[in-house]
């Protein structure tokens, strides 16, 4: 199959921005699933659809409506224990349309509000490291002996590009608790432009299209147990609505490239899903419904390699 998409489109004005323009240039572009039923989400639509909860009560005396200019206020108030819960629960049936995604335009954009962000780390010396993180309101687990595990609400997942004075060395691909790295010379490319894959339901992101076995974790093989699978399904291009952002190690704070982009959510310390349901059987040590994932701040933005310290 072969789709094109233009190098980068400056959808969101982010070329006009002081964000270095390889950053943009050499930005992945990922393969969605063929049969993908839950696709990248708008951000701050998850805050429309959910309520914050600590033990599984409402967090109250907040500022409402919750946005992503002041989700932060959530650290206050339960911090790293607030869950933003479906308001229609995980485990509803039939599931909420909302967990589904952004519908996906001809030219590889997700409709409606940021599905992604950018964030930049320049190390001094010419080195940077560009994170390109993708989000998906629902993550659908794995399935082994006609069981599934691991379904959650809320899913980051990225890629990482560290480049040398302007030219990309290697990539990061995450993958569950792990990932792979290689470098920028044995990707997959459209142009310039790395591919990604995105494996169907855990969006876990990889490098070929193909069948990926991770039942033994940080070991990928093209088959085994618990199988992850992608193809040249949709091709999705996440620059064209991402919010980008500086990011400073030493004091731990993004500058957004544009000022119009909402920059206090990326210092919630909460968790972007429902917490795990108790009970039910297990695999692995892992139910059915397992706790949604902490944001973008936790993924190991200062790295002295490319692979997470």
Not at 82 to 95: F, M, N, R, W
Not at 132 to 139: D, I, L, R, S, T
Request: negative net charge.
């Amino acid at each position: 199959m072969s789709v094109q998409v233009p190098l980068y489109v400056d959808a969101s004005g982010l070329a006009t921005t002081a964000i270095p323009s390889y950053v943009l240039e050499y930005a992945p572009l990922v393969w969605l699933y063929s049969e993908e039923a839950y696709r990248p989400a708008g951000i701050a639509d998850q805050l429309v659809h959910t309520s914050p909860e600590v033990d599984w009560e409402v967090v109250q005396n907040l500022e409402l409506p919750l946005t992503l200019d002041n989700l932060d206020q959530l650290n206050t108030l339960g911090n790293t224990s607030v869950y933003l819960t479906s308001k229609e629960g995980i485990d509803a049936k039939p599931q909420p349309s909302w967990f589904q995604g952004a519908a996906m335009q001809e030219n590889g954009q997700s409709e409606g509000a940021g599905s992604s962000i950018i964030v930049v780390n320049d190390h001094g010396n010419g080195e940077v490291d560009a994170y390109y993180f993708y989000f998906y309101a629902y993550n659908q687990g794995n399935t082994v002996l006609g069981m599934e595990f691991g379904d959650h609400a809320g899913d980051w997942e990225h890629n990482m590009v560290r480049f040398q004075n302007g030219t990309p060395q290697a990539l990061w691909y995450s993958q569950h608790a792990g990932g792979q790295a290689f470098t920028y010379e044995a990707t997959e490319k459209q142009g310039n432009r790395p591919i990604a894959y995105s494996a169907n339901g855990t969006h876990a992101v990889y490098s070929i299209a193909g069948d990926h076995d991770h039942t033994i974790p940080h070991l990928n093989l093209p088959a085994g147990f618990v199988v992850d699978y992608t193809d040249q399904g949709t091709l999705w291009d996440p620059i064209l609505n991402a919010y980008a952002y500086s990011y400073a190690p030493a004091t731990q704070t993004f500058q957004p490239y544009d000022p119009s982009h909402p920059v206090n959510w990326l210092y919630f310390n909460g968790q972007w899903g429902d917490d795990a349901l108790p009970g039910g059987p297990e695999l692995f040590g892992e139910a059915k419904y397992s706790a949604g994932p902490n944001g973008p701040k936790f993924k190991g933005l200062t790295r002295t390699n490319v692979c997470p310290d």
